[in-house]
Every structure is written in C-alpha cells, then in structure tokens.
C-alpha cells in the first residue's frame, strides 16, 4: 500500500516521520548523504520495532521533494545502535549507506551494476575473503544461497545496501552481511523488506551511489531546536564530514578542515581544533564505529590520543589510546585484520619491523602482533583496498619514490610475492586514503607533496584514474592529516 504525505499514521507509530524528504532538506537529519541524487529512509518508530516506513526523496533544486512513501519491514528485532550492527543479532544497521549493485531474476532496466541470479550465485557469510561479498560455488553453511532465496520471492529484486563493505568502509568479519533492500515484505535477519513492485521501482530508479539512511527515528533524525545552518541541507554537522576531507595543523596549532564537497573539490576551511602544533601525526578514523569520523594524535611524548567526533559538532572528551614509545614509530589507521569489528593501527619501530595493534573495545590499544620486517626505509603507508576485492591492502612510496603494493590475504598477513610497482615519483609528505571525493561511491588517495601541492588520484579497479590538484601552497602546514 503506497502512503502519501498527509495520510494518517498507522496506530501505535505516532513517532513515524512521514515528511523524511522536508526533514532532509532542513539539515534535521543526522547522517551524512553527500549530497546524493536519491536518498530513500526506512524508519522504524524506535529500535525495537521492525515495521519501517520507506520514503523515497529526489533532489529538487537545494533541497529534496517526496517522490513515493510506502512501509516494510527490518531486522525481526528492529535496528541495532549506530556502529553497533553484528552477526546473529538479527536487527538491521543504523547509518546512511550507498547503493551501487543489485541482483535478482532479472534486470528490470537499472543503471546500477546488475547480476542475475543463477544456481551457483552466493552471498559470503563465512569467515574470509568472500566474507560480505557476491561469489560463485558451493559455499559454506553460513553463505547465503541465493537462487534459493530468490525463488521463494525474497531476492527476486534485491539492492545491495554498502554496509559492512566498500565503497562505504573496508568488510569487517563478523559485523553482519547481506544487508539488502529486497522483495518479500517480511521481517528479516538484517535487511530491509518491501513488496517486489516497491523493490523493482527501487531499482528502475536507482543510480550508483544513491543512498539509503535507516534506523530508529530518533537515531536517524534531530530536533528542530537542533537544526543547522541553511546551506547544511543533507550534509554532516560533524566536524569532520567525511574521510575525504582535507585536515592541516597551521604553524600556529590551528587544527583545519577543508571539506569535500563530493564533486572532485574542496570547500571552504573551517578551524576545526587549536593547540595542535606539536602532533606528530594525525589520522582520521572511526575509532568506536559509531559513524562520526574521530581524530587520532600521535604526541612526542610517546602517546596516542583519540578525539572521538560528535555528530552534532566538534570532539568529545579525549582518551590516551595507547602510552610509551610511540613517538619512535611511524603509523597509520584504519581497518587492517578484517576480522577484527574495530580499526587498528600498523606501526613500523625504529628497527624497521611493522606491528599491528588490535583496538579490541574502540577505546585503548591492547595487544601486538608482528606483520612484517624490513620497513625501515619507509615513514610513509597507507591502508587501501586497490584493486577492490573488500580486502585491504598497503601502499607505500620508498626513498625512490616508487610506490609499491602490499597485498595481503584477508587476515592480515603479507601475500608471498615481489612487491608490484603500481606509481614513480611519489616522494609524498602524506598519504591518505579517502572516499566519496569525487561523488558517492568513489574512492581514491590524497597525496600532499614536498612542494606543497596537494593530489588527488582516483582508485579504480587495480588501476589509477586520472589525477587532479584540488590544492597549491600547503607546504606550510606543521601536518598534513592521514
């Protein structure tokens, strides 16, 4: 049954949020959807209910208009905390995702990339490499058989909703999968249901890197007393917005943020933090996966500190991460050990061996393990899946300034191979990776160089897309952040 504006809420769902669309347009919402073409909302009433209603907006001039509503259903236990989504929980995931593939009997006649389901199509939910990810074969018993379910009517049309795996974020093992929109109109594990003519619309429609923002309204949505400026209409008010935001510390300890505007440039400053001056490093990162990007600072007296971002603006409380010695190493963050739910870090020693510590609880270090030796040449690395296969790689520049790739094989250890030499002349200050730079679903690196300009070098698959320089005079920055 397709619902207008206007209409009368169902009994018991007085909380619902029937104008999503108006909401977005006045910056009432709490996740970030990049300015996205479509964003479609699957809401419940609160995070135990599993009756959701779908809107679908369409962008309109500055804002966004409604163009159909209509209800379905989420995880049989409705919608788990942002960032807090896991296996067996059976709640759907709380957050604003990209949509860029779907699979099903048929192609209804999508421009997102389509796969039709044939006996041997598969969805990982074992442990590894095809972990959240479409593959064929026989499987194991937690791998999703899809052409079983797309005959009893579930995938007959199926969107894959990013969560839990790129373009969105690097495949956390055991942080759910098969996060779909799809056909059937039932309670799910994890997914969102809905007739197949609301599906088979979804997709008819859908564009890659369209979004869909789900959960409980009061985790999805603020206040009208909490509204930001005008020109925030569907943006974060986080400080920082998205990973492909430009960070600098100023001589003067000045923390700046130069946010990407999600079409291959970058937006006007904003200071963002002071008192900056002496970090060693900084990293962007969701340390608590919680959706809200968090700062990581290495200090010269040998600590790690984390600024946990907040979604309304500017950084909570700060935490020390990690103590002693750490201003010996060079280090970067993110999601290494893919079995792991929260990002690590990988830092090289004086000695030239590289580490990997685990962040067990998204708050302090604890633990070690050693991935690889003979690092001593190099200062500089970042973690990026490069050839786009959900597992995440190293990319590092040597003294030559040939940038190498280090592959690994999904748990965190070092392919037994010559290094590929994927770039020349990468004599870089800093390296980082980034998505959504140049629109939703896109990802890429952002290099600053010793003579100040600033690059920008679109990933594809295993290949290189043609750079760009999104910023010159930066050399003056104390640094550059990760």
Same mark, same amino acid.
């Given at each position: 049954?397709?619902?207008?504006?206007?209409t @009368?809420?169902?009994?018991?769902?007085?909380?619902q @949020?029937?104008?999503? *669309?108006?909401?977005?347009?006045?910056? =009432?919402?709490?996740?970030? /959807?990049?300015?996205?073409?479509?964003? +479609?909302?699957?809401?419940? +009433?609160?995070?135990?209910?599993?009756?959701?209603?779908?809107?679908? *907006?369409?962008?309109?001039?500055?804002? &966004?208009?409604?163009?159909?509503?209509?209800t379905?259903?989420?995880?049989?236990?409705?919608?788990?905390?942002?960032?807090?989504?896991?296996?067996?929980? &059976?709640r759907?995931? +709380?957050?604003?995702?990209?949509?860029t593939?779907?699979?099903?009997? $048929?192609?209804?006649?999508?421009a997102? $990339?389509?796969r039709?389901?044939?006996?041997?199509?598969?969805?990982?939910?074992?442990?590894?490499? /095809?972990?959240?990810?479409?593959?064929?074969?026989?499987?194991?018993?937690?791998?999703?058989?899809?052409?079983?379910?797309?005959?009893?009517? &579930?995938?007959?049309?199926?969107?894959?909703?990013?969560?839990?795996?790129?373009?969105?974020?690097?495949?956390?093992?055991?942080?759910?999968?098969?996060?779909?929109?799809?056909?059937?109109?039932?309670?799910?594990?994890?997914?969102?249901?809905?007739?197949?003519?609301?599906?088979?619309?979804?997709?008819?429609?859908g564009?890659?890197? !369209?979004?869909i923002?789900?959960?409980?309204?009061?985790d999805?949505?603020?206040?009208?007393?909490?509204?930001?400026?005008?020109?925030?209409?569907?943006?974060?008010?986080?400080?920082?917005?998205s990973?492909s935001?430009?960070?600098?510390?100023?001589? !003067?300890?000045?923390?700046?943020?130069?946010?990407?505007?999600?079409?291959?440039?970058?937006?006007?400053?904003?200071?963002?933090?002071?008192?900056?001056?002496?970090?060693?490093?900084?990293?962007?990162?969701?340390?608590?996966?919680?959706?809200?990007?968090?700062?990581?600072?290495?200090?010269?007296?040998?600590?790690?500190?984390?600024?946990?971002?907040?979604?309304?603006?500017?950084?909570?409380?700060?935490f020390?991460?990690?103590?002693?010695g750490?201003? =010996?190493?060079?280090?970067?963050?993110?999601?290494?050990?893919?079995s792991?739910?929260?990002?690590?870090?990988?830092?090289? !020693?004086?000695?030239?061996?590289?580490?990997?510590?685990?962040?067990?609880?998204?708050?302090?270090?604890?633990?070690?393990?050693?991935?690889?030796?003979?690092?001593?040449?190099?200062?500089n690395?970042?973690?990026?899946?490069? !050839?786009?296969n959900?597992?995440?790689?190293?990319?590092?520049?040597?003294?030559?300034?040939?940038?190498r790739?280090?592959?690994?094989?999904?748990?965190?250890?070092?392919?037994?191979?010559?290094?590929?030499?994927?770039?020349?002349?990468?004599?870089? $200050?800093?390296i980082?990776?980034?998505?959504?730079? =140049?629109?939703?679903?896109?990802?890429?690196?952002?290099?600053?160089?010793?003579?100040?300009?600033?690059?920008?070098?679109?990933?594809? =698959?295993g290949?290189?897309?043609?750079?760009?320089?999104?910023?010159?005079?930066?050399?003056?920055?104390? +640094?550059?952040? $990760?």
């Amino acid at each position: 049954m397709l619902l207008t504006l206007g209409t @009368v809420p169902p009994v018991g769902a007085a909380a619902q @949020v029937y104008n999503a *669309c108006a909401r977005l347009s006045a910056g =009432q919402v709490q996740f970030n /959807t990049y300015g996205a073409t479509r964003v +479609t909302f699957a809401t419940a +009433t609160d995070r135990n209910q599993t009756r959701v209603v779908i809107t679908g *907006c369409v962008k309109s001039g500055a804002g &966004y208009s409604t163009e159909w509503q209509t209800t379905g259903f989420a995880g049989s236990r409705g919608f788990s905390a942002p960032g807090q989504a896991w296996e067996d929980t &059976y709640r759907s995931p +709380t957050g604003s995702f990209t949509v860029t593939e779907a699979l099903g009997r $048929r192609n209804p006649g999508t421009a997102l $990339r389509y796969r039709a389901i044939n006996a041997s199509s598969r969805w990982g939910g074992e442990r590894g490499a /095809t972990y959240n990810q479409y593959f064929e074969g026989r499987g194991g018993p937690a791998d999703e058989n899809l052409w079983t379910y797309m005959n009893q009517g &579930y995938y007959e049309q199926a969107a894959v909703i990013n969560y839990n795996r790129l373009p969105d974020a690097s495949t956390v093992q055991g942080a759910s999968y098969a996060i779909f929109l799809h056909a059937g109109n039932v309670p799910s594990a994890g997914c969102i249901s809905t007739t197949l003519t609301t599906a088979t619309r979804f997709l008819r429609t859908g564009r890659p890197g !369209d979004r869909i923002v789900m959960g409980a309204v009061g985790d999805v949505f603020r206040s009208a007393s909490r509204t930001g400026p005008a020109d925030t209409a569907g943006k974060s008010l986080a400080a920082i917005h998205s990973s492909s935001d430009a960070l600098g510390v100023a001589t !003067d300890g000045t923390l700046w943020n130069y946010p990407a505007l999600g079409n291959g440039g970058l937006g006007q400053r904003a200071a963002i933090g002071n008192g900056w001056g002496t970090a060693s490093s900084v990293s962007k990162v969701d340390w608590n996966r919680d959706g809200t990007l968090d700062l990581l600072a290495q200090w010269p007296n040998g600590t790690l500190t984390v600024y946990p971002g907040r979604s309304t603006g500017g950084f909570g409380a700060a935490f020390t991460a990690g103590t002693g010695g750490w201003q =010996q190493m060079a280090i970067t963050a993110g999601t290494w050990d893919t079995s792991r739910r929260y990002p690590g870090v990988l830092a090289r !020693d004086a000695a030239g061996k590289l580490w990997l510590y685990d962040n067990p609880a998204g708050r302090g270090l604890a633990g070690r393990r050693l991935v690889g030796s003979g690092w001593g040449t190099q200062a500089n690395f970042t973690i990026a899946d490069w !050839d786009n296969n959900g597992i995440p790689d190293l990319l590092a520049p040597g003294r030559d300034g040939v940038l190498r790739l280090y592959r690994q094989d999904g748990r965190g250890n070092f392919r037994s191979e010559a290094r590929p030499q994927i770039g020349t002349g990468w004599s870089a $200050r800093t390296i980082s990776a980034s998505s959504s730079f =140049q629109g939703a679903g896109t990802r890429g690196l952002t290099v600053l160089f010793h003579d100040g300009a600033v690059r920008y070098y679109p990933l594809g =698959q295993g290949g290189w897309g043609t750079p760009s320089t999104i910023g010159k005079g930066w050399g003056g920055f104390r +640094t550059f952040a $990760r």
